[in-house]
C-alpha cells in the first residue's frame, strides 16, 4: 500500500499532472477533510509563472466543487436526522443567522476552519444549491487571486527544489 502511495505521490507531482493535481488537492481540501490547496497552488505557479491563471481557475472550480459535495453531505446529514429522530433538529441562534444571511454567507466559504463546514450548513439549512455555490466561487476565485498574488509577490525568487 506505501508502495502506491509512493508512485501516486511521485506521478502527481511531475509538471504534467500540475493541474490535475491541483483540481485533486482544491476539490478534497474543501470537503471536511483537513488538507489545504494553498501550497500546491502556489508551488505550481512558482515553477511556471505562466500557469498563473489556469491554476486559479482550475483550483477555483475544485474547491466550488468541493464545497458542492460539503452541501449535499450537510443536506444528506439532515435528511437522515429527521428520518432517525422524527423531528427537525435544534433551533441555534447561529442557524438563524445563516437562515437569515441566506446564501450569501456561502461568500465566507474561503475561511480556513469555518468554511468547509458553513457549506455543509448551508445544506443542512435547505440554503439554495445553486446560488449557495455561486457565492462560493467568487469568494474562493478571489481568495486564491489575491492569496496567489500575495505569495508572489512576497517571494519573488525562484522555486529550487532541493535534494
Not at 19 to 34: D, E, G, Q, Y
Not at 63 to 87: K, P
Not at 122 to 138: H, Q, T
Request: proline share 6%; glycine share 10%; charged share 10%.
Amino acid at each position: 500500500m506505501q508502495d502506491w502511495l509512493q508512485s501516486l505521490l511521485t506521478a502527481l507531482s511531475l509538471p504534467q499532472f500540475g493541474l490535475s493535481t491541483v483540481f485533486v488537492v482544491s476539490v478534497l481540501s474543501a470537503t471536511l477533510l483537513p488538507l489545504g490547496s494553498e501550497w500546491v497552488v502556489i508551488g505550481l505557479v512558482k515553477l511556471d509563472n505562466s500557469l498563473f491563471w489556469p491554476t486559479v481557475l482550475v483550483a477555483t472550480v475544485g474547491n466550488t466543487l468541493g464545497g458542492g459535495i460539503s452541501w449535499w453531505m450537510g443536506y444528506g446529514a439532515e435528511r437522515a436526522y429527521e428520518a432517525v429522530a422524527h423531528r427537525k433538529p435544534m433551533d441555534l441562534k447561529a442557524l438563524r443567522w445563516l437562515q437569515q444571511l441566506g446564501p450569501r454567507a456561502c461568500f465566507f466559504a474561503f475561511l480556513p476552519g469555518v468554511g468547509d463546514p458553513l457549506c455543509a450548513v448551508a445544506g443542512w439549512l435547505k440554503l439554495p444549491f445553486g446560488p449557495c455555490m455561486a457565492y462560493s466561487l467568487v469568494g474562493k476565485f478571489l481568495r486564491y487571486v489575491v492569496m496567489t498574488a500575495a505569495l508572489l509577490w512576497l517571494f519573488p525568487g525562484e522555486l529550487t527544489l532541493g535534494r
